[in-house]
């Protein structure tokens, strides 16, 4: 157990330089995010941010990969930017998620199987996002976040992919968010990101691995 927890304090403390000491909330980054196009069954898309439409025969589905850490935490929140809307008209964003992995260089469409809905967890409520108001542009940007403790948990240790979902079928609703490369706003710290704390017991692992470096490191 000690082990465990010793070997599992070491890898979080790889991202230990993102530490905020007062509330010791961690961020996770993605390992990739792209989107699933309808209209372009073949082609590759990874690239003018992560675009999202639900309208039947115009999908859009935004996809995001996180290798979740094996830690319970007491809360973790996903962080989307929205840098554009398919129109001026609201939109609703529902997020779910399951264990899956892709490859943002690789997928498409058509080769891909994670349309399916098969083992997707919903996550919060639908978001109601604003629509474009310069051009399609949102102005300035909005982050919006997504309470994701529950899934955290219940998938911690695992690799997981969230999916952005427009709910509305209508051609003119839909939007964009930025993606890990900062395609759309030119800074990829604009790109999804989760927010999270680890329990109290989870950051004693954090202590133990810390001192057990120590030890090592002065020997
Ligand atoms: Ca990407
Ligand atoms: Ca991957």
Redesign the pocket.
């Known amino acids: 157990m000690r082990k465990s927890c010793l070997i599992m304090g070491s890898l979080l403390l790889v991202t230990f330089a993102l530490v905020n000491p007062v509330t010791a909330s961690f961020i996770l980054l993605p390992?990739?995010d792209t989107f699933l196009d309808q209209t372009s069954g073949g082609t590759v898309r990874d690239n003018g941010g992560i675009l999202i439409k639900g309208q039947s025969g115009q999908q859009r589905i935004g996809i995001i990969?996180f290798t979740l850490p094996d830690v319970t935490v007491e809360s973790a929140t996903l962080n989307l930017l929205h840098v554009r809307s398919w129109s001026n008209l609201s939109w609703k964003l529902q997020v779910s998620g399951k264990q899956a992995?892709?490859?943002?260089t690789a997928i498409t469409w058509n080769n891909s199987t994670l349309q399916s809905t098969v083992g997707v967890t919903l996550i919060g409520d639908p978001l109601t996002m604003v629509g474009g108001n310069s051009g399609q542009d949102v102005v300035p940007p909005q982050w919006r976040t997504v309470d994701m403790t529950d899934f955290f948990n219940a998938n911690k240790g695992t690799?997981v992919t969230l999916f952005l979902k427009n709910t509305d079928n209508d051609g003119q609703r839909g939007g964009t968010i930025e993606d890990r490369e900062g395609s759309r706003t030119g800074d990829p710290a604009n790109g999804p990101y989760i927010s999270y704390v680890p329990e109290p017991s989870s950051l004693l692992c954090l202590g133990l691995a810390s001192l057990a470096l120590v030890r090592r490191r002065f020997r």
Request: hydrophobic letters at 10%; aromatic letters at 12%.
């Open positions: 390992n990739d990969e992995e892709f490859d943002e690799t």
